[in-house]
Structures are given as structure tokens and as C-alpha cells.
């Protein structure tokens, strides 16, 4: 098939194709979750009583996992994901098993989120249904020692040491990709500690990205000053020889990030509006792409415009929609109108399967929940798609 009549072929708004994957159940649990979500007032309330039940170890942790947690995750552990992986591999979607236990700052917890790490990479590797992995910075390391050591403030012994050891659990999970022929991307977090991530990441990029991208960083087009940075990385792994692999994104933490400017009194380092956000993030893409001999990408993103934006540029420069340079990719339970019809189209689609202890993936499943009520039109449109195909089903019957 040539690439263009694909890229007509592909209908986001086929919703048959987008919930072939999801039973009638499965959908009228979203259509119900959307609808409450979307209110700003019953996700305060909810993320009060939920968090002030599991203190009390009452007995929420079951409808928790029916609704939210069913929702947004693959399972508790990696062997629980497994069902879902392989059923959105059915239709071609494959996943990225994201452990997404948050809120831990021991040095246990820590060692256990790369032990985890490690066994993601590992089964990525006799799986096809996984072909990247990924890890949070905070999930290896204290926030308060990245934001010293972002500050360039002098560490003490003590913290040299912890550093030493947050540096040490990067490079074993880098490592473990490289050996095994895996890749693994790091994301992105809040600006005032994505200097040292970026520094690191970047000196892995040196020592591993040589025949190949085995770890990514991830760059927020949210951020004015990112799309110069994606430049000075392209050259700085043009001069130094090595593949840069980026995922692009908008950025999770805009509200924060403006409140900390004005609250310190610094330049916000957010973009002035919506519009230069996205404009940012497609001129973004279009760099990428055009230099996809010695660059990799990952597009995180639920924006349909973009997603077309990406399908438009591939055309352009005559690549083909399964070449696995570039991956689309959306988060577990949102944006199935993009993964499933981009996937049936034949372009690689890879989506975000957060897993974990249902207690420990409450700040992750906080974040969605205000996500879809704060993200003008996301839950609108997922409420909509769903609506259409229950309705749609109900007709075929
Ligand atoms: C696979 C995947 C991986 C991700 N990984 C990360 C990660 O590592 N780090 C991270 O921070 N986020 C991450 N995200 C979340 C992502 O940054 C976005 O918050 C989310 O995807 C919404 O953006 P969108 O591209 O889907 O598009 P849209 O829904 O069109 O855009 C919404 C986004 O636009 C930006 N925006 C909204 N209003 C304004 C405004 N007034 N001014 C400027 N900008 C504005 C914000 O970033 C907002 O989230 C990831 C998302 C996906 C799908």
C-alpha cells in the first residue's frame, strides 16, 4: 500500500476500530469514570476520601481497582499486565510497561524500582509486544538531591555518595538495555531538576547511543527553551558521534511550574499560551524527522493534530509507517481513537501500561484524574468517542 492513500485511509473518529479491544463493559466503566472525572469538585473530594480510606486501611483498595485503577493500569506487577498486553497486541498495540509506584524516597525503594526496571527490560526482550522500556527519574533517586545538584550547589560527602549511587542505578538500567538489544527512555520531570537528568542522560547517550538509540531522554514543548535544546542535542551528538533518541511532549506539570516562577520570582519557563506550545511541538517533529538517520523518536501525545502532523511527515520523507524509528505513543486508557486506527493502519504504536500496588500508583492515578478535568476538550472527546460506540453497538445489534 503506498503511504499516502494510508494516510487518508486513517479515520480517528472510527470508533468501532478505537474500542475493538474494549468489551461493553469495559466501556460504559470509561463512559462512567469521564463523566465524573469532569468534575473539578468530586476529584478533590474523591482524591480526600481515597487517600484518607487507605490510610485507615479500609477496605477501598477493590473498587479502586475496578474503576480508576482497571482504567489507567495493566495490573499490579508485571505478570498481572499480561492479559492486556496481549490483548491490545491482538490489534497491533503494543506497550511500554511503566512501574509507576511514586512517593517512595528510601534507598530500598529506590533499589527495587530498578530491580523492577530491569525485569520490564528483560521481558520487553522475549516479548514483541514491548519494545521499549522506561523509568522516572524520581523513582531512582531523592527530589531534593536532583535539586540540589540541578542548583549546583556543593554536595556534601553523604549526598556525593547518594548521588554516586542515583548516577550508578541509571547506568545499570542503561546498561541492561544495551546488553540485551533493548531501549529505554527516561522522562521528563519538573524544570528545576531536569538540568541534572538531562546532564546524565546525556553522558549515557556518549557511552551507549554509539551504533544505536538504547536510551532516550524526553523533552516538554511546553518549555520556550526546549525546541533550541533539541538543536544544541542534535549537534552535540553530531560532533561527539552518538544516536540522540528523544520523546516528545507537551509537558504534565504546567500549573506547578508557573506557580513556582511567580512564587520565586523568576522568568516562568513555560510558554505564553496553548498555541506556541503546539507550534513548538510540531516544529519539534519536524526536526526530528528530518534527521531520523541519526535520530529516534517516540510522539507522546493524545493531540490528533500532531498525530496527523507525524503521519503527514513520514510521507514527506518517503518512510515507511512500520519503520521502527519512530513510535506514536499514548497512555494506558486515553486516546484509543489514535492508538487503535493509527496501529490498524500499520504505523507502530506503543502505549504507556503503568503498573504497581494499587496504593502506590494513587499519585499517578491523582494526575490523570486532574489531567482529564483540566485539559480543555480531553475529556470531552473521550466521553464523546465512547459515547458514539456504545450507541454504535447498541444499533448493530
Ligand atoms: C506516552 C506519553 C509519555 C509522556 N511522558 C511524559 C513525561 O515524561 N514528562 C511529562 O512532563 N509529561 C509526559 N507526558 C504527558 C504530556 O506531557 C502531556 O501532559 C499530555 O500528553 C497532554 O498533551 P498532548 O500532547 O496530549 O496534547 P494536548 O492535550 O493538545 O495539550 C495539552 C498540553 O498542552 C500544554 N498546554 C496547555 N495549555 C497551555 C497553555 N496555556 N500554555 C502553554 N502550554 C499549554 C500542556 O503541556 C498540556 O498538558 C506523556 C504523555 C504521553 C502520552
Redesign the pocket.
Known sequence: MRANTRLFMVDFSNTEIAFKSKSDGDLRRAWFLFKTVANPSFVEFGKGLVSLSLKLKLPVKWLIRKTVFNQFCGGVDIDDCKPVINQMHQFGVMSILDYSAEGNESEADFDKTVAITLETIRFGNVNKSVPLSVFKPTGVGRFALYEKVNSGEPLSTDEQAEWDRVRDRFYKIVKTAYDVNASVMV???ESWIQAAIDELVRELMMAYNKERAVVYN?L?M?RWDRLQYLKDSFDHAAEHGYYLGV?L??????EKERARAVDKGYIDP?????A???SD?NDALDFVMARLDKMRLVA????DE?SRFLMQLLEKHNIAPSDRRVFF???FGMSDHLSFNLAAAGYNVVK?LPFGPVAEVMPYLFRRAE?NTS?AG?TGRELALITKEIQRRRNAR
Not at 249 to 254: D, E, S, W
Not at 270 to 274: A, F, N, V
Not at 300 to 303: A, D, E, L, P, S
Open positions: 522522562d521528563a520531570e524526553t516538554q511546553y520523546k511532549v507537551r509537558g504534565a506539570y504546567m513555560i510558554q505564553l499560551d496553548k506556541a506550545t503546539d511541538y507522546g501525545t493524545h493531540n500532531s505513543s499514548q497512555l504507556y489531567e485539559v480531553q
